[in-house]
């Protein structure tokens, strides 16, 4: 179900009845035996049953989560509590009982989660129920006491009334802005990560344009070289060698060029049709720590037998570009450790190592496409960034913490799977 306002508005008013049918019993509860009172205790019973059961109907609809309530929903659900105060009071001493304050419970509700038409129609109506409750009572509550004991109650009652309805309206307001606030947190995160998901798909695009673009001139480097090499006379003179080890020099860095192109591509998500599987997790760490030139630098803490839920080549990339940025930042003498942490549902793999850590002002950016402290020419800032990408499309995410003592820790989040 869609958490939209209403939605957020209609869990808390159900909240907000309970407390209602509970609080009215106990009110009457204390009438009847401490302030013996009178009371048509069927007639009470039956309209707060009614207000239960509805109460009851909503949170079963709620349950099944098959549409979301609007704002007609909350609407009628107001004008129905609204018509059974009024008719509690109306049993209960009419526009002598101080309870009538809770009208503006009910108004104070609309006033904040309804639209200014709905809002004015049940002012409207609080006020026509307010104005018949003027008319002879329903029952005789009160009979028996002097006009001063009258009084007196009706002062006392009104302070216990104007109590509970600033309870209530304010653990309401404060419900509801909470909730909203936390629906708006939700959404801003959706909106980030499907700012990612367009950032990866046109980061795709570029890759896959200039693999296509540098594939032909790269090809034509590689075929002159080639037909260069042949050419060159196969002396031994150092002047004929220096020249074949140039040309041959060209062709490998060619080649290697053409080997980026076709990573990029891996990298920015260009592997079409690759979907998530059940990976054992010591396969996945092994496939990316394998590609790695310094890999005897790092030291693997992996249980056996944990199945994660991945990509089969983009997790290993995302996790090979994580331990890439580590073994860059440490020193060379330092290791670099992978630890695992596995609750039923996730599996976090963090990558920490003994480098400088990140400036706290760089912290926040971090993860950001062609963002980097790096030197110019050391990287293009995208490692993290496709990492975090790769782990959120999979239900998981990116963390990085820089502990005071130094160095830095990077927690890659995934899905654990099931088999």
């Not at 007609?72 to 009419?94: E, N």
């Not at 200014?116 to 006020?127: E, Q, Y």
């Amino acid at each position: 179900m869609t958490k939209t306002p209403h939605t957020l508005s209609f869990v808390w008013i159900t909240r907000l009845r309970w407390a209602a049918v509970f609080g009215q019993l106990a009110a009457m509860l204390v009438a009847e035996h401490a302030l013996r009172l009178t009371l048509p205790w069927p007639v009470l019973l039956g309209i707060l049953g009614l207000v239960a059961l509805t109460n009851l109907a909503a949170g079963r609809w709620l349950g099944r989560g098959e549409t979301a309530p609007g704002e007609r929903a909350v609407f009628f659900v107001l004008v129905f509590d609204v018509c059974a105060l009024t008719a509690l009071l109306a049993f209960t001493g009419g526009p002598v009982n101080p309870f009538n304050f809770l009208y503006l419970v009910e108004l104070t509700l609309a006033a904040i989660i309804l639209s200014p038409r709905h809002t004015w129609g049940l002012v409207a109506l609080s006020i026509a129920g307010f104005g018949a409750l003027f008319f002879p009572p329903l029952s005789e509550a009160s009979a028996g006491f002097s006009h001063a004991e009258l009084m007196r109650l009706h002062l006392r009652g009104m302070w216990v009334a104007f109590a509970v309805a600033a309870v209530f309206i304010v653990f309401f307001v404060q419900g509801v802005l909470r909730a909203l606030a936390a629906r708006d947190a939700e959404l801003a995160a959706a909106r980030e990560r499907a700012a990612r998901s367009e950032r990866l798909v046109a980061l795709a695009g570029l890759a896959a344009g200039a693999a296509h673009e540098l594939a032909t001139p790269l090809g034509t480097v590689v075929i002159a070289c080639r037909e260069l090499e042949l050419a060159l006379p196969r002396s031994g003179d150092a002047a004929s060698q220096a020249l074949r080890d140039d040309v041959h020099l060209i062709r490998e860095q060619a080649d290697r060029c053409r080997s980026i192109l076709d990573r990029m591509s891996l990298e920015a998500g260009a592997s079409a049709g690759e979907a998530a599987t059940a990976l054992p997790l010591a396969q996945l760490v092994a496939a990316a720590v394998d590609d790695l030139g310094a890999a005897d630098r790092i030291d693997v803490d992996v249980p056996p037998g944990l199945i994660v839920r991945a990509f089969p080549r983009a997790s290993v990339q995302g996790l090979r570009n994580v331990l890439d940025n580590g073994l860059r930042a440490a020193p060379p003498e330092t290791r670099v450790r992978l630890t695992t942490r596995a609750t039923p549902d996730r599996i976090a793999l963090t990558v920490a190592d003994a480098g400088p850590g990140i400036p706290a002002a760089h912290l926040e950016r971090i993860g950001e496409p062609f963002y980097t402290t790096r030197e110019p020419g050391q990287g293009a800032g995208l490692g993290l960034f496709l990492a975090r990408a790769v782990a959120e499309a999979l239900g998981g995410g990116l963390e990085i913490e820089c502990p005071p003592g130094g160095g830095t820790r990077v927690t890659l989040i995934h899905p654990r799977a099931t088999v």
